[in-house]
């Protein structure tokens, strides 16, 4: 775990420095393509980036997990990605659970046994590409929530309590993770869910 602490310091730093530099770059990200029904408009789920491509016909990939590459032609505030490549991966993050005031949440993260995984929270969406590791889409670099070591069944499963305040129902909660696998560090897809009475 030692070995990636700096590089996780290095993702608030790279953060704040992008958010200015993100307008018409090439970007990797990783979520679920989403449609705006009775439109021809897409956008990745919990986040505000909005999808389009004159190469792939995106009505394919609706609710399929994804691995996207393009060129994001809004701005870093409403980004507006042009496909350029995408393909159809395994889900890597989930908010799954009940979503109930006094009930649980289960975060769950998909990989490699042995991938040690960060998970962070957030209270809305953003996007910060970051470089080869895919695109940061919380709107704020909080502490990691959590961390773990993907275990032998390839699913690590961390289950959190709600408190039982209704104050708490209708709020959304945001999660990403973050990977240290062989092949190097990657971001996976941001999850949201709201909370129920």
Same mark, same amino acid.
């Given at each position: ?48 980036? #909005?999808?389009? +491509?004159?190469?792939?016909? !995106?009505? $394919?990939? *609706? ?5 996207? =590459? ?26 799954? #659970?009940?979503? +109930?005031?006094?009930?649980? !949440?289960? $975060?769950? *993260? ?5 991938? =040690? ?81």
């Amino acid at each position: 775990m030692k070995r990636i602490g700096s590089q996780v310091l290095a993702i608030v730093c790279v953060l704040g420095l992008s958010a200015s530099l993100v307008s018409a770059q090439e970007v990797l990200l990783r979520g679920k393509v989403e449609d705006v029904q009775g439109t021809n408009n897409f956008f990745v789920d919990c986040t505000n980036v #909005g999808l389009q +491509s004159n190469a792939f016909n !995106l009505n $394919l990939f *609706v609710g399929q997990q994804t691995e996207i =590459r393009g060129t994001n032609i809004g701005t870093p505030q409403s980004p507006l990605i042009n496909v350029t490549d995408i393909q159809v991966i395994p889900r890597i993050f989930e908010i799954g #659970g009940n979503g +109930s005031i006094g009930r649980e !949440l289960q $975060l769950e *993260v998909a990989g490699t046994p042995g991938d =040690r995984v960060w998970i962070f929270p957030a209270s809305g969406s953003g996007y910060s590409p970051i470089r080869n590791w895919g695109t940061f889409l919380l709107d704020a670099v909080n502490p990691a929530f959590a961390a773990g070591v993907i275990p032998g069944n390839g699913l690590l499963q961390i289950q959190v309590n709600i408190p039982n305040n209704p104050n708490l129902v209708g709020v959304t909660v945001y999660g990403q993770a973050l990977l240290e696998t062989g092949a190097g560090i990657l971001l996976s897809n941001a999850d949201c869910k709201t909370i129920k009475s």
